[in-house]
């Protein structure tokens, strides 16, 4: 079983829906990360949350730390929010290696 | 400030050969990062460098090594190419003694293996 779980695996949505992507995890972790990565490989870095809730722009992400539960929403989705999302964690200790999930690819349907 | 950068973008090697992808941190940062991306898959660590030296390994086989030079650039190196090796190597770069652990990430270098 992977350590970091996501859900839905591909989701297309018409352009201004409400999305949702959630992301589940089985270990203690440092933070909690959510990133984009656009056709081509570039990664961003979109969050990285320990505790409650963070905005910026049109997404949003929570986590609920007692229940290994992070999400991450779009409002007013549009066409250029098409990507992978990616979330991953930081175990902690030594190193801040991040662990993946494998990604939610969403297109945003005009 | 610049960011991070890789190089090359594309390579295609043979089986059994050996590759070096090279990895500029971002100003100001002093740990990097490799990760391998296999098509449809989330990225995997490979290991860490700060300080010049390893600081944590993944689950890869010691054909893969780095090294990290003074100024925090990297390279990763693989020998004795596998085909399975084909993927997506993503550096990134951090500042590791402050309280984020946020990492940047370089556009990547896509290695083809025949």
């Known amino acids: 079983k992977n350590e970091v779980e996501q859900s839905p695996q591909n989701l297309t949505a018409q352009e201004g829906e409400f999305i949702t992507i959630n992301c589940s995890y089985s270990v203690g972790i440092s933070a909690l990360h959510w990133l984009q990565q656009h056709p081509g490989g570039g990664i961003v870095s979109l969050f990285m949350l320990s505790s409650g809730k963070k905005k910026h722009g049109r997404l949003i992400a929570t986590i609920n730390i007692q229940e290994k539960h992070s999400s991450l929403h779009i409002t007013a989705s549009h066409p250029r929010d098409s990507a992978v999302y990616i979330c991953?964690?930081?175990?902690?200790?030594?190193?801040?290696?991040?662990?993946f999930g494998t990604g939610t690819l969403l297109a945003v349907q005009p | 400030e610049t960011g991070v950068t890789q190089s090359p973008t594309h390579l295609i090697k043979t089986r059994g050969q050996q590759v070096t992808l090279r990895c500029s941190s971002q100003?100001?940062?002093?740990?990097v990062s490799w990760y391998q991306q296999a098509l449809g898959q989330g990225p995997q660590f490979i290991f860490q460098?700060?300080?010049?030296?390893?600081?944590g390994r993944g689950n890869f086989p010691p054909r893969f090594s780095g090294l990290q030079f003074p100024n925090y650039s990297s390279e990763l190196n693989v020998n004795a190419l596998e085909l399975d090796d084909s993927a997506l190597y993503l550096c990134?770069?951090?500042?590791?003694?402050?309280?984020?652990?946020?990492?940047?990430f370089g556009p990547g270098t896509r290695l083809t293996v025949l």
């Open positions: 100003s100001g940062h002093n740990t």
């Open positions: 991953a964690f930081s175990p902690g200790g030594a190193t801040n290696k991040l662990i």
């Open positions: 460098y700060y300080r010049e030296e390893e600081n």
């Open positions: 990134a770069s951090s500042f590791a003694g402050v309280a984020s652990n946020e990492q940047f």
